[in-house]
């Protein structure tokens, strides 16, 4: 699993995955999640380049939302794959980390939590 | 005309879980199975290693994972034995709906994503080892 954190618009942090989310990827993502949702700021999570997802990632993104949502932020799932889409809806996760397909839509989800 | 099988076993070690899914996706599409089903046998076989490593209770340094697979018309048979101390995945609880992000839980989802994804999940412990067998249809 490979992370690249950046900015996004001033609006989030930026945080972009490539790989498999699985235990090996969860150690990897650990810290650093965990700081960032720490800042209590808004999330976006690039999952493009994610493979794979098991539950342990999973529960490493709910822990990083709660964090965020401590501070009325929100963390934003940008375009998973339909396979990773599929497991994160089965997981129902859809409806507290919301799901987008572009940047423009993370914008406007963004936008939303800071106008709530 | 039999099903084809393939068996392999693992050590129970973190790092023998990516050996585990690489060779699960190798046979998985060896056999022609669509992605999806690919995909979704991967996630069973993680969730239950994953059980293993986190709540399998060791009896020996040299406790072993062994994964048998099976090739239906319409599916893949999985059994997955471990050697570790009685432990029943199927028993444990899923994570429920939440309500708010307050109330989600983050632990409870690998239950959940092998409920949806397998039919005919079942377990016993023979005295000696976990044994969970399951089936995921082709999709």
Redesign the interface.
Known sequence: MKITISEFDGLATKITLVG?L???GAETVDLPLATASGARRNIVIDMVGVD?I???G???L??A??AV?RGAGKLVLLDPSP?VT??LV???LD??LPIVRSEDEARAVLAGAASA | MNAAVETRTFEVRSDELAAIDSWVERVAARWGESERTVFRTRICIAELAGNVLEYGIPRSGDDHIVVTLRHFRDGIGVEFLDSCGPFDPTGATAAANAGTIESLRPDGRGLLLVRAYAQDIAYCHDGARNRVTLKINSA
């Open positions: 498999k699985d235990i090996a794979f098991a539950s342990i999973i529960r490493h709910v822990m939302a709660k949502a396979l599929d497991v089965t997981a129902g409806d507290f």
